[in-house]
């Protein structure tokens, strides 16, 4: 059973928009989620994360919002430029939790 | 900075065949783990390494195996190789132990194919 979720396969946005991305998880345990962004034939790096004493993290056009009593949480891109297009992955740990990914979502941004 | 390096980047096995794929972190980063990526699944967890010295089976381990060399190396090994698993593998470390609260760094991945 899936502990992260990210149910949005795919993404399309129009440049200039705000792309948002969701993710859902279901063990409470869980208190540092992470955003991971991969281009093909690369490795994922790392994007942005959040902790859960916190509500919002922002790092330029990136902003993660945890909204830890529905267990969601959500990545907003403003503005989406074409070089945002990749695979996002949601990851969650905390205590002794491995990090768990979610099965990505693909954000297509058109020009 | 190299950060961490996977050899090789791409390999073609035969069912059956065995191969070792190599990891190996700069960073003296403490942590080590394999996973592997396929079409719709994720990154889903193979082996990790939390330490020197240490091994730990992950989400999927049935049909692999890991060596924990050093504290800059951890290796896969596929001993009879399946067409199941053909993926693409990577390798990442991180600072803390695991479940700590560090990011990722990762490798570039190796393209597998077991025809």
């Known amino acids: 059973d899936q502990q992260v979720k990210q149910n949005s396969p795919s993404l399309s946005v129009q440049e200039g928009r705000i792309s948002i991305l969701n993710c859902d998880y279901t063990n409470s345990m869980f208190d540092y989620f992470l955003w991971y962004k991969k281009y093909p034939a690369e490795g994922p790096t790392f994007l942005i994360s959040?902790?859960?004493?916190?509500d919002k993290n922002e790092d330029g056009r990136f902003t993660v919002f945890l909204n830890k009593s529905a267990k969601h949480l959500s990545l907003h891109i403003v503005p989406s430029q074409p070089g945002d297009s990749a695979v996002y992955f949601c990851a969650a740990s905390g205590g002794s939790y491995i990090p768990t990914f979610g099965r990505g979502t693909s954000l297509i941004v058109h020009p | 900075n190299a950060g961490v390096t996977q050899t090789p980047k791409f390999q073609v096995l035969k069912t059956g065949q065995s191969m070792t794929l190599q990891c190996a972190q700069d960073m003296n980063h403490n942590s080590m783990y394999w996973y592997r990526q396929d079409p719709g699944m994720g990154l889903r967890l193979i082996y990790y390494?939390?330490?020197?010295?240490?091994?730990d089976k992950g989400e999927v381990p049935n049909g692999y195996n890991v060596s924990r060399l050093n504290k800059r190396e951890f290796s896969l090994r596929l001993e009879s190789a399946a067409p199941s698993q053909t993926s693409v593998y990577f390798c990442?470390?991180?600072?803390?132990?695991?479940?700590?609260?560090?990011?990722?760094?990762f490798g570039s991945g190796t393209r597998l194919t077991v025809v």
């Open positions: 959040i902790s859960s004493i916190k």
């Open positions: 990442a470390s991180s600072a803390g132990g695991a479940g700590a609260n560090y990011g990722y760094t």
């Open positions: 390494s939390a330490s020197e010295g240490t091994t």
